[in-house]
């Protein structure tokens, strides 16, 4: 079997790329030890077999954080594997450092030179022969997004080339010579290590890399003086830092490479240009903006409606058609437990998410995502984020999990944590069915938009008070604005389904656990000590009927939970019969904001550490709590 | 030379000195804003949005802060354009 790595760097369209070639049977694997992970895939083209990594998207081989570490490593110890270097032609001097740099690990590598339509819509034309020469390595045009030109990469793989040449393998002599200089002061067992030339080693050593240093650092702590000497004499030479000096030679050197395969042709100003001048304008862009929420949420609950009712009428009438069947007793509680709960996440999460996770491909796909970002920098940097930011709180109007895994792409700690954390509160597809299924059933849409409003407000608030609490000034927004794509069936296809993985493999089972063991509490009249364990909270505190008790703790398993098992636990199908105006709002707004499901915590935990994750968890009750007796009380007054 | 912020939309001018941290700079050199390179302002959002740069056939958003720590040269601004990198040197010391 071959095995391949994908690099590239981010918006290169590697993982259409990817998708192009292993479709959906791609399986998401993770770094030994590490949160992040890659995609794996396999192909089978004309009776051999291949293994497809699709690597984390990477501007350059220094890491500079965690994921890009781990990438790295995996890079580096897959040493009989090829590297396929996906390039986005209309952006190719920049991403040339990138391909220099992976020359320089002197591993089998092909350069798949991706999106040549839309760089030579921009003008820009690139002789992919003589790149190919220069680089020495074979150079091969496509465009991923219409599957053209992936199997062609593949193909060129088999020479298992080693570029070899000295363009890309030599910098401006006394650089060189520094560098040859402190490679071959390094221990021969050392650099054997790495199954790396000793050349790319001292390269990185003098751009203090971190895993290089780590590891000299390990092996030798000493030879860490003759890399900061090697160092001093550059920076004396050059008038700045040792790293910035190679970094100024590989950029040197994919400028020239650059200028002498590409010629430029005059062309009219694009479509997209102009395209943006609407939609990133400082009004009509915010209004753009509205109506493609508008219109997405609006999609996303018609389309969900429309499939609930059919899903679960299936439900219902096999749960009948199973107690025709089996006798009483604990066998059908369990069994109509697990279809029941299969029922609530086939027939109530399913039709919801999975228009939701099409839609929200469609967004990043097409390079609208990031221009919400551009749009509401402004409106973030008020609670101390910045543009970027805004991705985990749309995200999570979807799923919190997500939401929380997408503050991992902000730059600094403090703003992943905040991100992460505030994340949490925006109302879920979950608690939404909960406020349209509550609110706005009974109460109206104006109740349920006011609560998603207060939602907004509370979320800015605690924004504000964490920007007050730790000063540290965000570091801003740096972000590619992608070119306008028209997204491809099969990669939002493809992507959509990966995601929807982790809600079959990981929601599922909690929804049917849980409903086995509402059952099983009602079975043996537990549910009557649970509900008066918290009766001072929901009954005293909030002015609730003791049965909703229960509700909350099956809440945390899955938000929507709360909702079903409140009409179970009333025993109504009508909850007006059974509680107030007062009551429904107050329990919408505590299980609006209240702790967040089981899922989410799990993976705080994982992104913020368990004492972000506790403290989190019972934040958000007390803000809760809080909220709903100001609720309480408001509605009192009002009524 | 002034800072990115205070060009004009539309106006192309020649990126001098980038200031801040190394972190920052690695993460604008990636993105293609590297001394002497030329870099056009696309568009200057509302009240204290970000910039969009456009720097080698892509289009890059920078918040306000960072854009003021980029130095540039506006074209026919011919005192400083000519060494570029050099001059970058001057204004460091």
């Known amino acids: 079997m071959q095995r391949i790595l994908l690099t590239g760097q981010p918006n290169s369209g590697k993982s259409t790329f990817f998708n ?8 998401t694997g993770n770094f030994p030890g590490a949160t992040v992970s890659y995609q794996i895939g396999s192909l089978n083209l004309m009776g051999t077999l291949y293994s497809i990594v699709d690597l984390p998207g990477a501007y350059s081989l220094i890491p500079s954080d965690k994921a890009e570490f781990e990438t790295k490593k995996f890079i580096i110890n897959e040493q009989d594997s090829t590297i396929v270097n996906v390039v986005d032609a209309s952006v190719m001097s920049r991403s040339l450092e990138m391909t220099i740099e992976l020359i320089e690990l002197q591993r089998p590598i092909v350069v798949a030179l991706n999106m040549v339509d839309s760089a030579r819509k921009k003008g820009i034309l690139i002789d992919a022969k003589k790149l190919a020469q220069l680089l020495d390595a074979p150079v091969v045009e496509t465009i991923a997004n219409h599957g053209k030109g992936t199997l062609d990469v593949i193909r060129a793989t088999h020479g298992k080339h080693i570029p070899a040449n000295a363009t890309t393998l030599r910098y401006q002599r006394d650089v060189e010579n520094e560098i040859v200089e402190l490679a071959e002061k390094l221990p021969e067992d050392l650099v054997a290590s790495f199954h790396v030339p000793g050349r790319t080693v001292a390269i990185r050593l003098l751009e203090n890399d971190p895993f290089y240093v780590k590891e000299l650092e390990r092996f030798n702590g000493s030879l860490l003086e003759v890399v900061s000497e090697c160092q001093q004499r550059l920076e004396e030479r050059h008038g700045r830092p040792a790293n910035f000096v190679i970094a100024a030679e590989r950029h040197n050197l994919a400028m020239s490479i650059f200028e002498q395969v590409t010629s430029f042709e005059r062309t009219k100003p694009t479509l997209e240009s102009q395209l943006d001048t609407i939609i990133l304008h400082p009004f009509w862009g915010y209004l753009i903006l509205l109506t493609v929420f508008y219109l997405f949420f609006t999609a996303v609950f018609k389309t ?18 199973l107690g025709g069947w089996m006798s009483q007793g604990l066998g059908l509680l369990i069994t109509n437990g697990f279809v029941q709960g299969l029922g609530a996440g086939l027939g109530i999460a399913i039709p919801y998410i999975i228009p939701f996770l099409v839609g ?22 008020r609670i101390g984020l910045h543009g970027k930011a805004v991705i985990p709180f749309v995200l999570g109007y979807g799923c919190s999990v997500p939401a929380v895994m997408a503050a991992r792409n902000l730059e600094t700690r403090r703003d992943q944590v905040v991100a992460a954390s505030l994340s949490v509160l925006v109302p879920c597809s979950a608690r939404t069915v909960i406020i349209f299924g509550l609110v706005g059933f009974y109460l109206g849409p104006v109740y349920a938009i006011g609560l998603y409003i207060l939602n907004v407000f509370v979320i800015g608030a605690l924004g504000r008070i964490a920007a007050m609490l730790d000063p540290r000034i965000t570091p801003g927004l740096v ?3 992608p070119a306008y794509h028209m997204p491809s069936l099969k990669n939002v296809a493809a992507k959509t389904w990966i995601r929807l993985k982790d809600f079959f493999t990981v929601v599922i089972p909690f929804l049917i656990i849980g409903t086995i063991a509402l059952g099983l509490l009602e079975y043996y009249h537990l549910d009557t000590t649970v509900n008066a364990a918290l009766s001072p909270l929901t009954v005293t505190i909030l002015g609730l009927p003791k049965a909703v008790g229960t509700t909350l703790i099956f809440g945390i398993f899955k938000k929507e ?3 079903m098992m409140l009409f179970q636990a009333l025993g109504t199908n009508t909850i007006t019969d059974v509680m107030t105006i007062q009551q429904i709002v107050t329990f919408s707004v505590f299980t609006v904001f209240y702790i967040p499901c089981i899922s989410t915590i ?7 550490g368990w004492k972000n994750t506790l403290g989190v968890a019972f934040g958000t009750t007390g803000l809760a709590v809080l909220l709903a007796v100001t609720a309480r009380l408001v509605m009192g007054i009002v009524l | 030379m002034k800072s990115l912020m205070e060009l004009r939309v539309g106006e192309t001018a020649k990126v001098m000195k980038i200031s801040g941290g190394f972190r920052m700079q690695v ?12 870099v056009i302002l696309a568009k200057k959002s509302a009240i204290s949005g970000p910039l969009m740069v456009a720097v080698n056939g892509s289009n890059v958003a920078i918040g ?20 570029a990198t050099d001059s970058a040197h001057g204004a460091a010391k």
């Open chain 1, 602 to 608: 799990a993976v705080l935990y994982r992104e913020t």
């Open chain 1, 304 to 321: 969900g409606s429309y499939f609930e009712g059919f899903i679960l009428s299936q439900f219902e009438a096999l749960g009948k058609l």
């Open chain 1, 561 to 563: 939970l709360s909702l």
């Open chain 1, 20 to 27: 192009s070639l292993t479709g959906y049977k791609a399986l």
């Open chain 2, 27 to 38: 993460q604008l050199k990636n993105l293609g804003f590297h001394e002497g390179v030329t």
């Open chain 1, 479 to 481: 972000l590619e604005i």
């Open chain 1, 360 to 381: 929200l491909s469609f967004l990043e796909d097409t390079g609208y995502m990031a221009r919400i970002a551009f749009l509401a920098d402004n409106v973030m940097h």
């Open chain 2, 64 to 83: 306000r802060g960072i854009a003021s720590k980029i130095l540039v040269s506006p074209a026919g601004d011919t005192t400083e354009d000519a060494h």
